[in-house]
């Protein structure tokens, strides 16, 4: 009988750390940044995803 392969649920643990390290650097700076934009206009409304998006782009164009 053949043994199927299962794919981890958790990619990260089969990252090399050098590729979890920057993985977990780059999530930490989306996150502060998009806290700040929420800052910026008071933690006003339910903008968490559109925050978060717009972190992560100004994060990787400063990455690239």
Same mark, same amino acid.
């Given at each position: 009988?053949?043994?199927?392969?299962?794919?981890?649920?958790?990619?990260?643990?089969?990252?090399?750390?050098?590729?979890?390290?920057?993985?977990?650097?780059?999530?930490?700076?989306?996150? *502060?940044?998009?806290?700040?934009?929420? *800052?910026?206009?008071?933690?006003?409304? *339910?903008?968490?995803?559109?925050?978060?998006?717009?972190? *992560?782009?100004?994060?990787?164009?400063?990455?690239?």
């Amino acid at each position: 009988m053949a043994k199927t392969q299962t794919k981890s649920k958790n990619a990260s643990a089969q990252l090399p750390d050098s590729n979890q390290a920057f993985t977990t650097t780059h999530h930490k700076m989306i996150e *502060e940044a998009a806290y700040y934009i929420a *800052e910026k206009r008071n933690f006003d409304g *339910e903008r968490e995803l559109d925050d978060w998006l717009e972190a *992560e782009r100004t994060i990787n164009q400063s990455i690239e």
